[in-house]
């Protein structure tokens, strides 16, 4: 693995593993956050069971987050971690940065800061998930197999050919 990697994946993740950390220790902070933005959760057709225990979410939600961080600062199972975090970033960011409700123009500045900052580490995470270290993908493997076995299937067909040849000749 190169050095950038072995740097860049624990930066990453570092933020990740001390929110989801926070999350599973002290979760008030957050379930307040997610109660400002419940109505509009519900106005938006989001069944209110799921937001039922929302102290038990906020746990999970950061149990999930800090075991993805680590997983990717470690380099255990990177992508599968990038990707999970990515996945769990989008909505959060909406929780902690509901612009919509808004009041002031500093405010909204405030909150539109911290979406594109969490936008920036969904793009982070999505390289991070998306790099193969340097390993080609499944499909040019696959096509690559496939021009191997036909590649051999012809060498195969032109020795029996050969042989059948030189019997000919000899017999």
Known sequence: MSISRRLARPLLASSFVATGVDALMHPDSHVERFRKVEPALEKAGIPPSIASDTRLLVRVTGGVTAVAGLMLATNRRPRTAALTLAAVTVPVSLVNNPIWTATSRERRKEMRRGLLTGA?????????????DGKPSLAWRATNTRGHKAKMREVRAAAKESKADLKAKLG
Not at 120 to 132: E, N
């Open 120 to 132: 920036s580490l969904v793009g982070g995470l999505l390289i991070a998930g998306l790099d193969r």
